[in-house]
């Protein structure tokens, strides 16, 4: 159904998004970030796109790979304080603080 949904909607980033999500739940990593990628390139605005961060951040936290799960932890703070203001979602971004500070060991 969400392959047929891609096919009928190839601008639209939630069938990606939902691909995504579903292929992380199947613990099919590669297949789940090659969604996460065409998703990410179908949204380039606005605070939906932290969700698409935050499934990637998850995909790789699944494959256990540290150093893209911080970096896109990174990059998903730095675009949500990009956001304007009074669309930025503050609780989403403190929760990401809260997860990078969790894997980054303190000296």
């Known amino acids: 159904m969400l392959l047929a949904t ?25 297949d789940a ?10 949204i380039a605005y606005g605070p939906r796109k932290m969700l698409l961060y935050t499934t990637r951040a998850d995909i790789y936290a699944g494959k256990h790979d540290l150093a893209n799960e911080k ?7 730095a ?7 009074s669309q930025r979602p503050t609780r989403s971004i403190d929760a990401l603080r809260k997860r990078l500070a969790k894997l980054t060991p303190t000296p």
């Open 79 to 85: 675009f949500g304080e990009g956001i304007p203001e």
């Open 6 to 30: 891609q096919r009928d909607f190839p601008v639209d980033y939630n069938p990606f998004q939902r691909l995504a999500t579903a292929y992380k739940a199947m613990r099919r990593w590669d």
């Open 33 to 42: 970030l090659a969604q996460s990628d065409l998703a990410m390139s179908k």
């Open 71 to 77: 970096r896109t932890l990174e990059e998903a703070i």
